[in-house]
């Protein structure tokens, strides 16, 4: 029922709700109490077993950065030639179904990728990276980017051609492109911070 009084967007309708909700969380001051909560949890991930590598074993710490460095690399060229497909930039001899299916697989991979490299990372710098403002920016950007890829992007492209306005994927395209580039511009700056 709730489907029907939504119209044929419900996922954007909800993503929006959700967004506006996280968006008044973190102006309120809820958000400070949630905040401090969570110091016992980044001290306890410095004393686990990938915390304990990445702060005694600098080679080990490297080659996993290395590793998601890669993943990084491949998420942002399936996003890129995934858009520039919808954008009609390149790619526009092959079918848009048979791009999206194999971006979306290699997107997959690479977001897995990311966040199995990203949690043994931030285990190695857990009270460093807490203290970071831009780690936190990352990460509001990291889950709104998959709200997005799976809830808004992933259904409207997967429609049958003609049934969604080309302007609506041509936005959509370019707002990803937006959300996985501050996704990978807070990650860089995350080096310079500290």
Known sequence: ?????LGPYTRTILVAAVLAATLAFALSGARVEVHTSLLPVFEWMETTWFGY?????????ATVEAVHLLGLALLGGSVLVAEGRLLGVFLTDTDQGVIT???????????????????????????????????WYKMLA???????HYL???????????????????????????????????GRWIGFSG
Do not use: H
Not at 1 to 5: C, D, I, N, V, Y
């Open 152 to 186: 808004v992007r992933q259904p409207l492209v997967e429609r049958a051609p003609g049934e969604v306005n080309p302007w609506l994927l041509k936005l959509i395209a370019v707002a990803s492109i937006m959300v996985w580039f501050t996704v990978a511009a807070t």
């Open 142 to 148: 990291l889950g709104g980017g998959a709200s997005f």
């Open 1 to 5: 029922m709730p489907a029907s009084l």
């Open 53 to 61: 590598i990445g702060k005694t074993w600098g080679a080990a710490f």
């Open 101 to 135: 299916a194999r971006c979306n697989r290699t997107f997959n991979i690479a977001l897995a990728t990311l966040v199995a490299t990203g949690v043994f990372m931030a285990c190695g710098v857990a009270l460093k990276i807490y203290y970071l403002p831009v780690y």
